[in-house]
Each structure stands twice: as C-alpha cells, then as structure tokens.
C-alpha cells in the first residue's frame, strides 16, 4: 500500500511538472529577452497576446522631465511583442515595459536593480566602456556588508565596503576611497547601480588602479541601513530623508573613518585617503573634505550638488572661502570635478569652479555628454580610480 501511494504521489508530481512545464511554455518561459545582436542592436520580446499596446522604456531614449521616453513594440501571429533597436554604444542600460499603460518589469530577464522606489532591468553591450562593468576572468575582491557603532548618530548603522583581491592573505596596508551615493540612495547604490565592484577588479587587474578598499556609506543619516535591511522592515523607499544634507552627515563621518581604521588594514593617513560622490554624494564629498582639512589627499565630485539650502544653519558649511582656502594650503594631489552638459546642476557647477579659480584652487576638470545619470558616474569613477594613489 505504501509503495502504491508513493507512485501515485510520483505520477501526479509529473504530471503537475509537465503542466507547469507547458505553462512556461505557452506563457513566454522560453523567450530570450533582451537578445544582444552582433551589430550591437538589441531585441526585446514580451509575450501578452490580448494586450492592446505594449511600450518599451529605456534610459537609450530621450527623456521628458526624467522620465525615459519609449517605443510601441510590434506584435507577431504568436502573441509576443517585440522592438528591436538601433545599434547601441557600449554600456549598461536599463529598461522596463508599459502594457496597457501599466509598467511592469521584463519577465524574461531575471537582471534586477533597485533605484530609491523604482525596479528596473538591466543589460550590458560590451565592446567599449562597459567592459569595465562585466565580470572577468581576472581575480576578484570581497564585497561584505558590515554594522558600525555611530556615536555622533546614535545607533548602529549598515555599511559597504570592497576589499582588492589579495587583501585577505596580504599583510600591507592599503588606502581607502570613500564612495558617496546621491539623494535617495543608499549603501548599496554603487556597488548595484554604480558597479563598483566589476570596475575596481577590473582596473586593478588591468594595473590601471592601485589596489585599495572603497567604503560605501549610508548619507542618510536617519537610516540604519538601505530599505528592507534594517530593523525598519520592509518599508516603500522614498526619495528624500530628514538630515540628508544639514550638516549631521559631514559631523558623523569621522565615526566611518574611525570604524574602518580600527578593523581594516589601511593607510591612516591623509595621503592614504580619497573621498569622491555623485550628486548629494558630491556635496558631502566637498564639504567634509574642507571642513576636516587635514583628512584627504584626494577629491571627487561627480556632478554635485554644491551649495547648502540658504535656511539651513551649520557650522559644516560656515566660511565657505575660508576653510577652501584652508584646505588648499594644506595641500593635497588632486581635485576633480565631472559634470555633464545637459546636468541640471551645471550652473552650480560653473560658479563653483569660478569660484575655486578666484582663490587660486586647482582642481582637473571633466565636461561630458548628457546629465544627472549613472552612465555619467560610473564613467567619471573608472576616470577617477587610476588617478588614485599614485
């Protein structure tokens, strides 16, 4: 009797795995989505047979107000929608569908990335700059995720951090970048959207950049940790955070610095340390940079938010010319500023530099294409890297 209800038990498990089987059949499960093509051309399919209209949206696009623009994908006699672009230069890209006007995620495509509220997929086309993004066959850092004790903050908080290859049986000392994500970001924002990881492998192996740890902390000095990884919950990520840039995030880095030099081995020193951010990230960079002015040797902004909101009342961004002037007797080795074209934050930029130009601060200078995005960021940190350290 036993044996008999086992085969019963067995036969409907297959039958149930053949069902299943022809469901992801019928429903799309065998469509490749997104299908890179050797012209560099990229095809998307999305099977939804009584669907009235399907889009594709991609930041490939041009955009309207931030929002990415789309294309009316094709249907065939099979149900499946399909678009396929012009070539595209090497990059990663991020994409999602509108069925019906309802915008949903790429089926076909399990390459996720979260960025504040929104989830999107992703591809890469290789054969230029975004062969930096991939992983290699070259050897590889750790990434963990650790908890600090933030004193100036009042409790515990979530932190990223890439250690080189090697790190782990070395005994030497390394330096330290420290990486700033932007408003609405978080610690995981570089090392998901930004790549960190595959770039600094990759560098390092090519011996373009100097083996060195980067640090990716929480700006958002409310938080624990990013969305979903704190005692919080899982909560709906939101785009702006109290205290994202009054001043108690630059008061409380120290308390980063200090975590990272007591349990890693590095280089406690000026010249043993960068500090770089993109946006919010870049504000922070700026201003802990000349408020500690003895902290760093090395500097960058990536299209950053410059100037405190006129109502905010810090001692942090106190004697603006004063405390630049400071840092720039004290001396360091680099300064470097990337901003696009079309940045809505390109004015502030301009005037900044105009304004370090007036006292005499020298600084190296990247004007590049397009505006406030990720193909920008990750662009100016494989710039940025090799220039580290050196």
Do not use: C
Request: proline share 4%.
């Amino acid at each position: 009797m036993k044996n008999r209800f086992l085969s019963v038990v067995l036969f409907l498990g297959l039958i149930n795995l053949n069902v299943n089987a022809q469901q992801a059949l019928w429903g799309g499960g065998q469509i490749t989505s997104p299908e890179i093509n050797t012209d560099q051309t990229v095809t998307f399919r999305y099977f939804a047979p009584d669907a009235k209209e399907v889009k594709i949206s991609g930041d490939w696009l041009p955009s309207k107000d931030w929002v990415p623009g789309s294309e009316i994908m094709n249907k065939n006699e099979n149900g499946v929608w399909n678009f396929t672009t012009s070539a595209l230069p090497s990059d990663l890209y991020s994409y999602s569908f509108i069925v019906d006007g309802l915008k949903t995620t790429d089926p076909n495509n399990v390459y996720l990335i979260r960025d504040v509220a929104m989830v999107f997929n992703v591809f890469i086309v290789g054969g230029g700059k975004a062969d930096l993004y991939a992983v290699k066959i070259v050897p590889h850092g750790s990434v963990t995720r650790r908890w600090y004790d933030s004193p100036s903050i009042g409790f515990n908080r979530r932190i990223t951090i890439y250690t080189p290859p090697g790190y782990e049986t070395s005994k030497e000392k390394y330096p330290v970048l420290y990486l700033l994500h932007g408003m609405g970001g978080d610690e995981e924002a570089w090392i998901a959207l930004g790549r960190t990881s595959q770039i600094m492998d990759n560098l390092i192996a090519q011996g373009k950049a100097k083996p060195m740890l980067v640090v990716m902390s929480n700006g958002n000095v409310s938080q624990e940790a990013a969305p979903g990884e704190s005692s919080l919950g899982l909560y709906k990520p939101t785009f702006e955070l109290p205290n994202t840039m009054d001043g108690k995030f630059e008061e409380s880095f120290r308390d980063v610095i200090q975590f990272v030099e007591s349990n890693y081995r590095v280089k406690a020193e000026k010249s043993g340390r960068a500090i770089a951010g993109l946006s919010m990230g870049g504000f922070h960079s700026l201003h802990i940079s000349r408020y500690y002015t003895k902290s760093f040797d090395y500097v960058g902004l990536f299209s950053a938010a410059i100037l405190p909101d006129t109502s905010v009342t810090s001692k942090i961004y106190e004697n603006l010319d004063a405390t630049l002037e400071t840092q720039m007797k004290n001396g360091y080795k680099l300064y470097w500023i990337g901003m696009g074209k079309t940045d809505f934050l390109y004015n502030d930029g301009k005037a900044y530099r105009a304004r370090l130009d007036k006292i005499g601060m020298k600084y190296t200078y990247l004007e590049s294409e397009g505006g406030h995005t990720w193909t920008n960021w990750r662009v100016y940190l494989s710039d940025f890297v090799p220039l580290l350290f050196r």
